[in-house]
């Protein structure tokens, strides 16, 4: 009996370390959906991600999940993109590799076996935004990333999924605040409004 306790305790435990960054995870509800998106300039965002992006210069890089911290990101998510010129070092990176619920079944070792992942710079600047943007993977695996023009990335588009990040301002470091996971139709317009708080 004292032994079943004890495994049911130590099983409790780590279930819950695996799904403590999710559980922050809540849902806006839909009458709170206009006045969130408008405090993160939603038409500002759906602007860039209805653009197209053509002039582009292809670089590499390596391959760096999010940490515990972070919830399950859209996409695989690499951490060394949250700033345009990989400044950012306030938010910490592990090198393990996290599958969470929208990123089921991926591994960035099967898109690229050595660690080493490509991507496109834009030459052009994002509309209305007038950050940089960057284009990771292809067809439907892509990441659309869209920065601030102080560096620090405003949002990402993953199939029908934008994700926003929001910065405490701050004349050291920026750091982030939340996160808006913004489930979009066809035409870019909000369906459903998860928000997670660091």
Known sequence: MKFLFVFTFFCAIIV???FSSDAKLKL?????????LKSVAY????????????RLEEKETIYQTCSDEFPSMPGDFPCN?????????????????????????????????????????????????NGNVILLGEGESKLSLFYHPKGQISHYLF?????????????????LSHLYFVKVNRDYFPEEVKEYTF
């Open 43 to 54: 038409a500002t965002i759906r602007s860039t991600v209805m653009g197209t992006y053509s």
């Open 159 to 175: 199939q029908n999924t934008i994700v926003i990040f929001v910065w405490k301002p701050s004349l050291e470091n920026s750091q």
């Open 81 to 129: 993109f949250l700033d345009f010129t990989g400044t950012t070092d306030q938010v910490n990176v592990q090198s393990e590799i996290s599958d969470g619920e929208f990123a089921e079944g991926r591994d960035p070792e099967d898109i690229n076996p050595s660690g080493n992942i490509r991507f496109k710079i834009s030459k052009e600047k994002s509309r209305n935004l």
């Open 16 to 18: 819950g370390n695996l």
């Open 28 to 36: 806006i509800p839909k009458q709170k959906t206009a006045k969130v």
